[in-house]
């Protein structure tokens, strides 16, 4: 079982640094959230894997899970919302704008070597 | 009063004039007048206990951990100076009430200027030189915006930045200098540092010390070979000029040797460096200023050399030349206000300030030549006046002064250094106010009103009042510099007269205003002369000197910072490998201490799910719709992971979030391309899958490894299973933890999502306001558009459904303290609900029956949860202390009262807040794309007869 979590954790991951790296911002933001899906999984996983007892308490029972990851994957997990439309805001707001949505902001070749003098 | 409010006064104070602005000038000048006299008045009732000899102290703990205390002291060297500001202050804000002109915003005038004064005020009593370094910054600060008042100005600009860069590099030298003097003396307090003179000149790091110190007091004191900052920043308003560069400011580097007299004067360094400095800006000051036809600028260089004058005072480290240069800048205070603010006469009623336009001023501004002439001449040295007093006491103290084993050279370049003085003075008067009348003046020159002349003319009662009677300023000059030798050193017997026989000095004076008179004589082929002579131009150095750093800096950034911003996240993420690489291999590894629990089919079955959809994702992301798809079943899965291992409450939220995110993404692909291109080359490919499989293997050994060993110490999570119950009253942990044991940080990040949902909705509107808008006006969409909207199936069942997702939301969030569920998952439940409205029933249907803003709803959430944490000091708890009982009403059974539910129910108006603001704004984008936008939900509506009026919400409400 513990495999199974890690090797998703890590394929998550792959996939999300590939996605990360690619050259326009919706796959760039698909590349985000699929890490935040493995760095949220592995913030959960650093509890360790309990299965069936969750945190919630019960006179008779003395085995729960570790409910601080949860609490602070809980929090993560909506936090990463408010990210990704802020960053889907921006990159849409950078298309609209210049119908352009390459991530790259690479400097005009015969950059004007004055900029910045006052 | 308590130096406290001495202190803060000027601070709360700079809040009013800006307020007072649309009440008028004289209204807005008023309440700064107010504000300055009661400091002024809080910090004369401090004055019996000063001239009695004691220090008035007042302090509270700030960080004593880094030893950073708020601690304040009031002796006389501090009165002294806290007079000079507040007082001269006082005149400046009466003077510049008449002063700047109608189209001058006074308000943001003022309110620098009371920044300024609290931050002198500051210095000047501090007893904390951490606290001290910190007022020593904010006047820099201050200064920079009042130099820079006139904006539209480019001089007004460019002096604004010099002053900024030396005085804050001084000030950044000077820091270091502070943190090696408190490490040697090992606290950070004067009137702990003042004790301890021999620790301090015995250590081996006094000497940087001292340099990093003196580095500060010179570039605020403007002291070669950092003087030239000074002329430049008179292209401020001259109020500002007289207040910051003659009487407070550029004093502040003179007050802070003053203060540091006792522990770091009377070692050869201190006098050879600050004697030398102060002799060299002396003479060259006197020199320029006497070839300036800039009446302010003439007055700058003056000013610079009778800094260096009190500079070089300081210097020989004895008791009466503490005694001469306090009484100097007493008298310099006095004298150099009342010409500045004379300049500023003159320039206002003849519009310009250059002497070879002027002369001649003598019968048409009598009251201004009276104030000016009697300020001049003492500034000359001419008796029964205050200059020469202690202009007399500085030469007498050149006499005894031995530089560079030569007797002659201080007396010789102190004689010289007041000759080019006596002979500007006298310049000063004869070329603007005598001479013929002249009829070329840019503006007819008259006498101004009392407001304008008034405050020069009070301070040219001083001058002569002194100048005539010095024993009333003698008790007062000798308590301050009893507190500027702080007991290293007597006080000196000697009075002050005017006449002290036929003592040498006597004859450097006479040497000095007869030289002056002669050289005025000759002045215009010493002039020709000047003018041909090679001089370095100081701001041309400065300029080439930034621009070199400046040059430096983009050859160094640019290659390195080229915005591409995917070459960025790839150095990050191997560098982030790397480092953990590193961490592991030269750590210790301990064994497995857990066993592997066994795998069930369907664990596996999920797993699969999960790889196969990441991996499509990997190759299928050119379409992104599908791509779309594919990012939901991982999302499904992970949450379905969480159920699994034990977090039911994750596993809600993670649900919910991913519908909101999905539909999110929908909304933005809606303008996107829907595909992506094949761009980057197959190496490129090639080197991005080995970087993400290099990843992707790291996170995974690293999970592994601890998925299989127990944390090195016990977590903490024992406490929040032992005390849920018992201090909390909940069952559920994960919602106790949020709400209560952890609630200040939930707090923050319910803030943190308001916060993001007000920048999209910021965003939206900066675009519909542009030139977007019309392009998104004009857009024809991509793709057909679906024939019937607003399927009326969907349409009945959201509405039908609405009240069922209510009673859900209700439900979890009230169950949440005990069961899963709680104000975040309730609340993404109620946003769905929400949102199902607008895709079936469309925005302005939706938006017509929208009763509160979002941005009401995230403020309610925010203050709720607040309110809730800030109820918990009314029973003398800290903030967010929670609270519960059991009540029964009898009908039901026992129920929980928790005022964390209360809390709660501010996380859930966030939340809905949050996710509709967010998601109402794209769809905002989305709805002025094509226009035409039915007012009515459905096409066929039996209770409808009549056509919707366009642009009324309709009034028919629902079905």
């Known amino acids: ?118 | 009063m308590s130096l406290f409010f001495i202190v803060a006064l000027p601070f709360f104070g700079a809040l009013l004039p800006g307020l007072m602005n649309s009440a008028g000038r004289s209204a807005c000048a008023g309440v700064t007048f107010t504000v300055s006299l009661a400091a002024f008045i809080g910090l004369l009732t401090n004055l019996p206990t000063v001239l009695a000899g004691e220090v008035v102290t007042a302090g509270v703990d700030w960080m004593p951990v880094l030893g950073l205390n708020f601690t304040l002291m009031l002796d006389g060297l501090g009165f002294f100076f806290a007079l000079l500001i507040l007082g001269i202050g006082l005149l400046i804000i009466a003077y510049a009430r008449h002063y700047l002109s109608r189209d001058d915003n006074m308000g943001q005038f003022f309110t620098y200027l009371l920044l300024f004064q609290g931050a002198m005020v500051g210095i000047v009593l501090s007893d904390n030189i951490l606290l001290l370094l910190i007022f020593w910054e904010l006047t820099s600060l201050s200064s920079f915006l009042l130099i820079g008042y006139w904006k539209h100005l480019p001089e007004g600009r460019q002096g604004a930045r010099m002053a900024l860069t030396v005085t804050g590099m001084g000030g950044l030298a000077m820091i270091g200098g502070m943190l090696i003097l408190g490490q040697i003396v090992g606290s950070y307090d004067l009137s702990v540092i003042l004790q301890n003179r021999d620790l301090i000149q015995a250590d081996p790091l006094y000497v940087p010390a001292l340099i990093l110190i003196l580095l500060g007091c010179f570039t605020k004191s403007a002291q070669f070979p950092f003087h030239f900052w000074l002329p430049h920043a008179m292209a401020a308003p001259t109020p500002v000029s007289a207040y910051l560069h003659s009487a407070t400011m550029v004093k502040a580097g003179i007050f802070l040797m003053a203060r540091m007299w006792p522990v770091l004067s009377g070692t050869t360094e201190w006098f050879v460096i600050v004697t030398t400095a102060g002799l060299i800006t002396m003479v060259l000051g006197a020199i320029i200023a006497l070839f300036k036809h800039d009446l302010k600028a003439l007055l700058a260089f003056s000013t610079v050399s009778h800094l260096g004058l009190i500079t070089m005072l300081l210097g020989t480290g004895t008791a009466f030349g503490a005694m001469a240069a306090m009484f100097h800048i007493l008298n310099h205070a006095t004298f150099k206000a009342a010409l500045f603010m004379s300049a500023g006469i003159v320039d206002h009623e003849t519009h310009t300030r250059d002497i070879r336009r002027l002369g001649g001023l003598r019968t048409l501004m009598p009251i201004t030549f009276v104030i000016v002439v009697l300020a001049a001449l003492s500034m000359a040295g001419i008796p029964l006046l205050n200059g020469f007093l202690s202009k007399e006491m500085m030469l007498e103290e050149a006499t005894h002064t031995v530089l560079f084993n030569s007797p002659w050279l201080v007396p010789a370049l102190a004689t010289f250094g007041s000759l080019f003085s006596a002979a500007y003075c006298f310049r000063l008067i004869g070329h603007t106010f005598f001479g013929p009348v002249r009829d070329d003046y840019p503006s007819k020159p008259h006498d101004p009103g009392f407001g304008l002349w008034g405050p020069p003319a009070f301070l040219v009662l001083l001058v002569v009042a002194i100048g005539v009677a010095p024993f009333l300023a003698e008790p007062f000059v000798k308590m301050v510099t009893a507190s500027v030798l702080g007991g290293e050193a007597e006080v000196p017997k000697a009075y002050f007269k005017i006449w002290h026989g036929l003592v040498p000095a006597l004859f450097m004076s006479a040497i000095a205003v007869v030289g002056g008179l002669v050289l005025l004589a000759v002045f215009n082929p010493a002039l020709r002369l000047w003018d041909r002579a090679p001089r370095p131009e100081a701001k041309t150095i400065f300029e080439a000197l930034v621009e070199a750093v400046a040059s430096l800096a983009r050859r160094l950034i640019l290659p390195l910072h080229n915005g591409a911003f995917s070459r960025y996240a790839a150095i990050g993420s191997v560098a982030i490998v790397v480092l953990g690489f590193h961490a592991w291999s030269t750590g210790t590894v301990g064994p497995a201490t857990r066993v592997m629990q066994d795998v069930t089919p369907v664990s596996v079955a999920g797993w699969a799910m999960l790889v196969a959809a990441t991996i499509g994702m990997v190759f299928l992301h050119r379409n992104r719709f599908l791509s779309l798809i594919l990012i939901g079943i991982v999302g499904l899965m992970v949450s379905i992971g969480f159920v699994f291992f034990s977090a039911p409450d994750l596993a809600m939220t993670q649900f919910t979030v991913e519908v909101v995110t999905i539909i999110l993404l929908l909304l933005a692909l809606n303008f996107l391309p829907k595909h992506t291109p094949v761009e980057s080359t197959v190496l490129r490919r090639v080197r991005d899958t080995g970087i993400a499989l290099f990843g992707g293997l790291a996170t995974f050994g690293l999970a592994y490894h601890y998925l299989l060993r127990d944390a090195v110490t016990g977590p903490i999570s024992e406490f929040h299973l032992a005390n849920s119950y018992k201090g909390g009253g909940g069952t559920n942990v994960v919602n106790v933890i949020l709400v209560d044991f952890r609630g200040f940080d939930t707090y923050g990040e319910i803030i943190v999502l308001g916060i993001a949902a007000l920048l999209i909705y910021a965003l939206t509107e900066t675009l519909l306001g542009g030139p977007v808008r019309a392009r998104l006006l004009n857009r024809t969409p991509d793709a057909a558009r679906a024939g019937d909207a607003h399927p009326m199936m969907m349409v009945v069942l959201t509405r039908v459904i609405m009240p069922v997702v209510l009673m859900v939301g209700f439900y979890i969030f009230l169950r949440g303290h005990n069961e899963p569920g709680g104000g975040f998952i309730a609340g993404l439940i109620v946003s769905i609900g929400v949102v199902m409205q607008y895709m079936a029933s469309g925005f302005s249907w939706t938006s017509a029956r929208l009763r509160y803003p979002y941005h009401g709803v995230i403020g309610a959430g925010v203050l709720i949860a607040g309110l809730t944490g800030i109820g918990s000091w009314f029973v003398g708890k800290p903030f967010l202390t929670s609270d519960f009982t059991y009540v029964r009403i009898p009908p039901f059974n026992e129920f929980e009262l928790a005022t964390a539910a209360l809390f709660d129910l501010g996380v859930f108006l966030a939340v809905v807040g949050a996710v509709m603001l967010s998601l109402e704004s794209f769809s905002r984008l989305a709805r002025r794309a094509h226009v035409p936008d039915n007012e009515h939900p459905m096409d066929i509506d039996p209770s409808r007869d009549d056509k919707p009026v366009p642009g009324t919400p309709a009034a028919q409400g629902g079905v």
């Open chain 1, 1 to 118: 079982m513990e495999l199974l979590v890690a090797s998703a954790i890590g394929i998550m991951t792959a996939g999300g640094l590939y996605l990360l790296l690619r050259l326009r911002t919706f796959p760039v933001i698909l590349g985000i959230s699929l890490l935040t899906y493995a760095v949220n999984v592995f913030l959960f996983a650093s509890g360790r894997l309990t299965i069936g007892a969750p945190p919630i308490l019960r006179d008779d029972i003395t085995r729960y899970a570790d409910p601080l990851p949860q609490a602070l994957v809980l929090t993560a997990i909506v936090i990463s919302f408010g990210m990704t439309a802020v960053v889907v805001m921006i990159g849409l707001g950078a298309y609209l704008g210049s119908h352009d949505d390459h991530v790259d902001d690479l400097p005009e070749p015969d950059a004007d070597a004055s900029e910045g003098r006052s």
